[in-house]
């Protein structure tokens, strides 16, 4: 940088050409990055700021918020047994689901990349639920399917178990939701096989030649060299698991049941706000789980010094 | 010369985004009235209801007739079930762009007039474009808040419990009366499901909806609520939640998975399905139940809500099943009155509807449907009859705060039914937070 302005200031012709060309460049910049731009500062930045000065008021959605200070935040953590019920429910989501979900898109991909024919249509194949899952027909099929007399069970029936409703009881409810997710494992796949596809062959013919097994070359070269991956998909999938909302709502009918089985977060919020007038409160509950993400992020950026391999030492 | 294009380029979107952006604000003004400049002169109307299929296509047909009697107006329909309707209005009238002709219901009339959501009408009976000479009071009132009129009931009905007679007669049992208790009807839903065996019920469990639950609160002599306070006794929550903790371990009433996969919609309901011989409804739902059933050659009935042994009063009332309302922000107040004035008091359009809504308000419009009704619908004008001569006063509208409430109460009812929960904890649990729900929104 200093070298850059020493040169400025021996020869400052050049240097105003220069910028006059910098400025230019800027320009195109800006020109293509005008819509997401824009997009950001009207549809992201607005409403973030906005629902930050809501969650300090008492906000009904019909009428003008009252300002009430840090009242949202302390009902939050203080009285609102639902918010912790939402949290629970939220926590054992991400916990069940993001492992499930990576070790099935890892298992996949390592399937596929044995250089099997027709790598490509399996490929789409697989990736296709991750495109229709997040839709709100695929809840609805998916409560029908594990409905009581659902496909699920009509063919447990056929072998003689009497199962229970799965989207009806609040002991399985959520799971059905998981299993849901863990369907969608297309996209974090497709970014496994990748990483595979990087691995050099050398080092599982050398270790091949001292005797590894494959158990061993997996869990030796290819979790090790896969790691940074491993941590992307990580992150990825604990931001999005955070915010799940469509298939709970569908599934539950709305409402979260039975029980508050399926009560996720962004459920009672969306509840909150939208069916029980409290704008502020909910917007309150929207920034609590900003930070509440940041700080799993945060967390899983620590650790991955100890478990996150680069090949190049990570500069 | 590539750098000056450049900016204006830049400029030019920058200009067309951002006024995209900021119309928001003054949406529900520009939007209508684009469309009246776009195809001469004319004018857009939106109306949202909810309701079953039936529902649907009933309006459509009605809304075709009012389109056909003012072609200068296009109603644009938007309808949804029940389940999320509210949700979407409240966005909507936050984002300054509701329909200008909104279906509201009693439980949130109070909330939307009072927060200026909805237009003042009385300008419009004054001038005659709506004209509400032969409304029953009673229901010009119900639609009243602080004076002033913000709704026109769309229909009468009363709650009652929807059997299936066909099921009734094959079993041999016999029908209800209208003096029947709640242990007859606790009597006749084991028996039934004990006759029909496993995988069929008595009725369904209906011990998580609130407003049936009132029912047998005013039996007991109390109301739901008091200055907008939770009034019923833990004693009234402990016999409700008791009675159907025993109809559940005999079959008279659904298991709790059952009862949870079912929701709202007609269709989904035990009833419907062919699980269940009774559920608890509206009067005017008989129609919509009565196409929602499995097995069409049976025939749904109604009859009153159980009555207590021993009752301080009849806890059965009259209620306005729905209303019509306009917006507040309607660029078209005037068309807006008149296709209110269209669906409450025109005969052709009353012929269509029929009572589907419930019995209509205007007393003229009720006579002349009664004569023509076919057997099901006249069975409804003599259930509302029965009901208009024995029943007790509506309480207030329900306070603030309802909805959360009644969350709540639902959640109590499926920790008890689940086996989560004894039904003492579950009263204690649930009263606390009665009181911090309705205490919060005072």
């Known amino acids: 940088m200093n070298a850059h302005y020493e040169t400025a200031a021996i020869r400052p012709a050049v240097a105003v050409k220069k910028k006059a060309r910098r400025y230019t460049q800027n320009g195109v910049a800006l020109f293509f990055l005008a819509p997401w731009l ?13 629902s930050l000065y809501f969650s300090f008021t008492d906000y009904s959605v019909l009428s003008a918020p009252n300002w009430v200070g840090l009242t949202n935040y302390k009902t939050m953590f203080t009285s609102d047994k639902l918010f912790l019920i939402s949290l629970k429910v939220t926590f054992l989501y991400v916990l069940v689901s993001v492992p499930l979900k990576l070790i099935f898109a890892l298992a996949v991909a390592v399937l596929l990349n044995k250089g099997m024919k027709g790598l490509g249509i399996y490929r789409t194949v697989y990736y296709i639920p991750s495109l229709l899952g997040g839709s709100v027909a695929i809840a609805m099929l998916w409560r029908k399917m594990f409905g009581g007399d659902g496909l699920l069970n009509q063919i447990l029936h056929l072998v003689g178990i009497n199962a229970p409703d799965w989207v009806a009881n609040p002991k399985y409810a959520l799971y059905s939701i998981v299993l849901l997710s863990v369907w969608q494992f297309g996209s974090s796949m497709i970014i496994f096989l990748a ?53 709970a709502f569908v599934i539950s009918n709305g409402t979260g049941g039975p029980v508050n089985s399926t009560l996720m977060y962004s459920l009672y919020l969306y509840k909150k706000g939208f069916a029980f007038f409290q704008m502020g409160y909910a917007s309150a509950m929207a920034w609590v789980l900003v930070l509440l993400i940041a700080l799993f992020t945060l967390l899983i950026f620590r650790s991955a010094k100890s478990w996150v391999h680069y090949e190049d030492g990570g500069k | 010369m590539f750098k000056k294009s450049l900016i204006a380029g830049l400029s030019l979107v920058m200009a067309v985004t951002f006024s995209a952006c900021s119309s928001g604000g003054k949406q529900n003004g520009q939007a209508s009235g684009a469309d009246s400049g776009g195809n001469g002169d004319k004018i857009v109307l939106r109306m949202s209801w909810w309701g079953s299929q039936t529902r649907h296509d009933l309006t459509m047909k009605a809304l075709k007739l009012f389109e056909q009697k003012h072609p200068n107006i296009t109603v644009k329909p938007e309808y949804s079930g029940w389940d999320g309707y509210f949700d979407k209005l409240s966005t909507q009238v936050a984002g300054a762009n509701a329909p200008d002709v909104i279906q509201m219901d009693y439980a949130y009339l109070t909330d939307y007039a009072k927060r200026g959501a909805l237009l003042d009408l009385d300008k419009y009976v004054q001038s005659k474009d709506l004209d509400i000479a032969d409304h029953d009071k009673s229901m010009i009132k119900a639609g009243s808040v602080d004076g002033k009129l913000y709704a026109v009931t769309l229909g009468v009905n009363a709650p009652g419990v929807l059997y299936n007679s066909t099921v009734f007669q094959n079993l041999g049992i016999e029908e209800p009366k209208e003096d029947w208790t709640w242990k007859d009807f606790g009597d006749i839903a084991a028996k039934i499901a004990k006759a029909k065996g496993q995988g069929f019920y008595g009725s369904a469990d209906i011990s998580g909806t609130t407003n049936m639950f009132e029912i047998l609160v005013r039996q007991n002599g109390h109301s739901l609520f008091n200055n907008g306070q939770f009034a019923a006794t833990k004693d009234d929550l402990k016999q409700w939640f008791t009675m159907w903790d025993n109809l559940r371990k005999n079959g008279g009433a659904t298991p709790a998975e059952v009862t949870a996969a079912a929701t709202n919609a007609q269709e989904t309901r035990p009833i419907s399905v062919g699980t269940a011989a009774m559920d608890f409804a509206w009067s005017n739902q008989v129609i919509a139940f009565q196409k929602a059933l499995k097995n069409q050659n049976d025939k749904i009935k109604v009859q009153v809500i159980p009555h207590s042994e021993g009752e301080k009063k009849i806890g059965e009332y009259l209620k306005p099943s729905m209303f019509v309302s306009g917006y507040a922000k309607t660029a078209h107040p005037k068309e807006v009155a008149e296709l209110i004035n269209f669906l409450v008091n025109d005969p052709d359009c009353a012929k269509i509807l029929g009572t589907e809504r419930g019995i209509p308000v205007n007393s003229k419009i009720r006579e002349q449907l009664k004569q023509s009704a076919p057997e099901q619908e006249k069975m409804i004008y003599d259930f509302i009859e029965t009901v208009s001569k024995h029943s007790s006063d509506i309480d207030p509208p329900y306070p603030q705060g309802f909805s959360e409430l009644d969350k709540s109460f639902h959640t109590t009812s499926e920790q008890i039914s689940f086996g989560q929960s004894s039904i003492d904890d579950a009263i204690t649990q649930f009263m606390n937070n009665a009181k911090s729900i309705l205490g919060k929104s005072q």
Request: hydrophobic share 50%.
């Open chain 1, 38 to 50: 824009i997009g950001l500062i009207c549809l992201t930045l607005g409403p973030m700021i906005a």
């Open chain 1, 195 to 247: 990483g595979l596809k990087q691995i050099p062959s050398e080092y599982y013919e050398a270790s091949a030649v001292d005797g590894a097994s494959r158990m061993r070359q997996f869990f030796s070269i290819t979790i090790p060299m896969l790691s940074p991956v491993i941590f992307f998909n990580l992150v990825m999938q604990i931001i999005t698991s955070f915010q799940s909302f469509t298939q």
